[in-house]
């Protein structure tokens, strides 16, 4: 069975990621989603959208480094200590 924290967890990270993919021009979303979530190559990407590959490439790069910024931002890591155990384990919040 699925925890209920974890499902909020992953709510949480799907709003996020909507967000800073909002912030993104739409020639570099749809380039990144091709990539990411059809798994396109930049070549394909290419071809379908009928321009140079050095444009798609650089919009694939923009947008990456504009998420890279976004997330960049607003993760901070923090540490958290379970009692009783040596382990240490990191964790990322973030700041909206």
Not at 10 to 20: D, H
Not at 28 to 41: K, S, Y
Request: proline content about 3%; aromatic content about 8%; overall charge positive.
């Amino acid at each position: 069975m699925v925890k209920p924290e974890f499902v909020q967890r992953g709510v949480e990270w799907k709003e996020i990621v909507e967000q800073a993919l909002a912030t993104l021009t739409p020639a570099q979303r749809r380039v990144i989603e091709l990539l990411h979530f059809e798994g396109r190559t930049l070549q394909e990407i290419s071809q379908m959208e009928g321009k140079e590959l050095t444009g798609i490439r650089n919009s694939y790069y923009r947008g990456v480094n504009a998420l890279k910024t976004t997330f960049g931002n607003g993760v901070r890591p923090t540490v958290i200590r379970v009692t009783g155990m040596e382990k240490r384990r990191e964790e990322y919040e973030i700041e909206l």
